[in-house]
C-alpha cells in the first residue's frame, strides 16, 4: 500500500528535496497535498507533475490564479491557514513533511501531531516556539514525530531507540551538536560589521532557503537547534555542547557514559535525513552520493566563538530562562533576519535588536497556544519599532 503525503512548504528546499526522494519511490508513496505561500508558478508545475488531491496556497489571490492554472486537472485548489492544517490532519494522510520556515509552520505540523501523523519535522522554529506544547501534542495524538534537521535526525540515528525520561537512563553522557560555523566562521569583528546580505547567503557546505541561511551565519541556527535538541531528547541546556565543524560531514554525535561517542556521519546532502524520515524504519536511496573519506581526507573541531557570535549565547540563555523566552527570541529573529535581507539592518544589529526585545518583554510560563501566538505577535511588533527607532 502506497503512502499519503502531504507536503507543507513544497516549493522551498526541503520541500523540493522530498518530492526529489519520492519520485524516486514512485510505487511507495503518493503525494496527497502541496503547499506554498504564494509562488503560482513553481505550485503549478509541481501539481502537474506529482497530481496531488489538494494543493494550498496561504495567499488567496495566488490561490486562485493556481485553480485557473490547475483546471482540467484532479487537484482542489484551497487557500489560507485553516486549508494548511486540514490537509495536514486529513484522514487519508499518513507522512507530513513539515518545512513550512519560520512560525508560520506551527500550526499545521499542530494539527499533524493531533490527528496521530508521522510527522517529518524540518521547521525548527516550531520546537523554538512551542516545544512543550508541540511534544504533547505528540504524545496526546500518538504522532510518530521524525527529525529532519540534519544534526537531529544524527543524534536519533544514534540514540537509544526509545524517548527517555532522563539521558542517563539509556547512558547518555552528552550531545555533540555539530555546526559548520558558516560562511564568517573565521571572520573579524570588523569583518562581521560590514557583512552584506549576498555575503551572508553564500554558504560554503548547504544549500537552504534565505532564512536558515542567515541563521546559520549568525549561529542563531545553532542555537535554535540547541532548542530542538532540548525538546526532541529530553536534553537539558548543559548536556548539548556545540562543536565546530567546518567540513559538515559528522552531522552530530551522542556520547556514553563508557566513552563511546557515536556518530553519523554523510555528505551535506538533506535527502539522506528525508529519505530516512519517509522510509523509517527501512533505509531508501534518496540520490545521495557515497561519501568518499578520502576526499575529506580530515575532520577538523573547534569552539564555538560567542563573542563573535552572540546569537548562540541568546539561544542557550532564552532555554536556560523557559516559558516563553524561546518564542520571544524566535519572533524578533524572524524580524531582524528580514530587516537585514532587505538592507534595513546591519548583520551585527541582528543580535542587538534580539537581545533588546528579549530584555524589554516580561517572560512568562507557557499555557496554550493561543499565548504564544499573541507573544510572537507582540514581539514581533517590539522588533519592528525597535528596527524603526535605529532607522532614524
Ligand atoms: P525555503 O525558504 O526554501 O522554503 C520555505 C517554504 O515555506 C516555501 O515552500 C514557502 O512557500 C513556504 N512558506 C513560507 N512562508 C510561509 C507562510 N507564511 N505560510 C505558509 N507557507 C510558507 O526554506 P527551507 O530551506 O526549505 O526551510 C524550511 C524549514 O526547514 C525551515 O524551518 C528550516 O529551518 C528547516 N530546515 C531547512 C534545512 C535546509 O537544508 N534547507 C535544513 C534543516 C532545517
Ligand atoms: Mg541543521
Given at each position: 500500500m502506497p503512502k499519503y503525503v502531504t507536503i507543507l512548504g513544497a516549493t522551498g528546499t526541503i520541500g523540493l528535496n522530498t518530492l526529489d526522494v519520492i519520485s524516486r519511490h514512485a510505487e511507495q508513496f503518493r503525494v496527497f497535498a502541496l503547499t506554498a505561500h504564494s509562488r503560482v508558478d513553481e505550485l503549478a508545475a509541481l501539481c502537474l507533475k506529482f497530481k496531488p488531491r489538494f494543493a494550498v496556497m496561504l495567499d488567496e489571490t495566488a490561490a486562485e490564479k493556481l485553480h485557473l492554472r490547475l483546471q482540467g486537472t484532479d487537484t482542489t485548489v484551497l487557500s489560507g491557514l485553516a486549508a494548511l492544517e486540514d490537509v495536514s490532519a486529513?484522514?487519508?494522510?499518513?507522512?507530513?513533511?513539515?518545512?513550512?520556515?519560520?512560525?508560520?509552520?506551527?500550526k499545521p505540523a499542530m494539527a499533524a501531531a493531533h490527528a496521530g501523523k508521522r510527522i517529518l519535522l524540518a521547521n525548527k522554529e516550531t520546537l523554538v516556539m512551542a516545544g512543550s506544547l508541540f511534544m504533547h501534542a505528540v504524545e496526546q495524538g500518538g504522532a510518530t514525530l521524525l527529525p529532519i534537521d540534519s544534526e537531529h535526525n544524527a543524534i536519533f540515528q544514534v540514540m537509544p531507540p526509545q524517548r527517555l525520561a532522563h539521558l542517563e537512563d539509556g547512558g547518555v553522557r552528552r550531545i555533540l551538536l555539530t555546526a559548520s560555523g558558516g560562511p564568517f566562521r573565521k571572520a573579524s569583528n570588523a569583518e562581521l560589521l560590514a557583512v552584506t546580505p549576498a555575503q551572508a547567503l553564500n554558504h560554503p557546505n548547504w544549500v537552504m532557503g534565505p532564512k536558515i541561511t542567515i541563521d546559520s551565519a549568525t549561529l542563531m541556527n545553532k542555537g535554535l537547534e540547541v532548542i530542538e535538541a532540548h525538546w526532541l531528547f529530553n536534553a537539558p541546556a548543559e548536556k548539548i555542547e556545540v562543536v565546530v565543524h567546518p567540513q559538515s560531514v559528522i552531522h552530530s554525535m551522542v556520547e556514553y557514559v563508557d566513552g563511546s561517542v557515536l556518530a553519523q556521519m554523510g555528505n551535506p546532502d538533506m535527502r539522506t535525513p528525508i529519505a530516512y524520515g519517509l522510509g523509517y524504519p527501512q533505509r531508501l536511496d534518496g540520490g545521495v552520493a557515497a561519501l568518499d573519506l578520502f576526499k575529506v581526507a580530515r575532520l577538523d573541531f573547534e569552539l564555538p566563538d560567542t563573542a563573535r557570535f552572540p546569537c548562540l549565547r541568546l539561544a542557550f540563555d532564552a532555554l536556560k530562562q523557559g516559558g516563553t523566552a524561546p518564542a520571544i527570541l524566535n519572533a524578533a529573529n524572524e524580524v531582524a533576519v528580514d530587516a537585514f535581507l532587505n538592507g534595513n539592518i546591519g548583520f551585527l544589529d541582528i543580535p542587538r535588536l534580539i537581545e533588546s526585545v528579549l530584555g524589554s518583554m516580561k517572560i512568562e510560563p507557557v499555557n496554550s497556544l493561543e499565548q504564544l501566538v499573541a507573544v510572537d505577535e507582540l514581539a514581533r511588533a517590539t522588533a519592528t519599532e525597535w528596527r524603526q527607532l535605529e532607522a532614524c
Open positions: 486529513h484522514a487519508e494522510v499518513d507522512i507530513v513533511m513539515a518545512a513550512i520556515v519560520g512560525a508560520a509552520g506551527l
